[in-house]
T-cell receptor, first 116, second 115 residues
Framework: DAGVIQSPRHEVTEMGQEVTLRCKPISGHDYLFWYRQTMMRGLELLIYFNNNVPIDDSGMPEDRFSAKMPNASFSTLKIQPSEPRDSAVYFC??????????????FGDGTRLSIL | KQEVTQIPAALSVPEGENLVLNCSFTDSAIYNLQWFRQDPGKGLTSLLLIQSSQREQTSGRLNASLDKSSGRSTLYIAASQPGDSATYLCAVRREGGGSNYKLTFGKGTLLTVNP
């Protein structure tokens, strides 16, 4: 069974450009999470969805960040315009639904984003 | 606001040694606690999940304990091997269950097991 798939694995772009990160969750999982990991702040939850609906976006740092989940098998995290301080590793994770509320989250391998 | 602290930040041990990693959290109103492993350039892999009503969980050479009232958890690794080298993170999920899925992570302990 395929795990959580993220693309691209690496992204290098210049400040001011739009960045789009993509995630395909594990089939049948109802929850999808976006995290950001930096050396200074560790791993932080940005937003999560349940059945394609955003539940908690309190971790989204600024209006420059937006996330969508148009269907159960795809989500995007967009940064526009990007800034050097957005450089980090961005992880997507998915988890089964509330009937399995003690199941762990399954993580993708992340997108390493560098903003020059 | 929940804060999760992991001590030590880094640990180096010889192969075969038993070791303990520590995790503490400030708010004891948790639903569960999880231990993850992260290899370089990879995502997180869940190792053990302890529900708030449990005291410990075991998987192979790994044993995780939870003392919810004191806000502490430990991950015990028996007979360490070079393949155990990785960063170990703990995360707590706040009380409420159901749709309340927010995890708060510690910054991890970087473990190196030397052959």
């Amino acid at each position: 069974d395929a795990g959580v798939i993220q693309s691209p694995r690496h992204e290098v772009t210049e400040m001011g450009q739009e960045v789009t990160l993509r995630c395909k969750p594990i089939s049948g999982h109802d929850y999808l999470f976006w995290y950001r990991q930096t050396m200074m702040r560790g791993l932080e939850l940005l937003i999560y969805f349940n059945n394609n609906v955003p539940i908690d976006d309190s971790g989204m740092p600024e209006d420059r960040f937006s996330a969508k989940m148009p269907n159960a098998s795809f989500s995007t995290l967009k940064i526009q315009p990007s800034e050097p301080r957005d450089s980090a590793v961005y992880f997507c994770a998915s988890s089964p639904g509330t009937g399995y509320s003690n199941q762990p989250q399954h993580f993708g391998d992340g997108t390493r984003l560098s903003i020059l | 606001k929940q804060e999760v602290t992991q001590i030590p930040a880094a640990l180096s041990v010889p192969e075969g040694e038993n070791l303990v990693l520590n995790c503490s959290f400030t708010d004891s109103a948790i639903y569960n606690l999880q231990w993850f492993r992260q290899d370089p350039g990879k995502g997180l892999t869940s190792l053990l999940l302890i529900q708030s009503s449990q005291r410990e969980q075991t998987s192979g050479r790994l044993n995780a304990s939870l003392d919810k009232s004191s806000g502490r958890s430990t991950l015990y690794i028996a007979a360490s091997q070079p393949g155990d080298s990785a960063t170990y993170l703990c995360a707590v999920r706040r009380e409420g269950g159901g749709s309340n899925y927010k995890l708060t992570f510690g910054k991890g302990t970087l473990l190196t097991v030397n052959p």
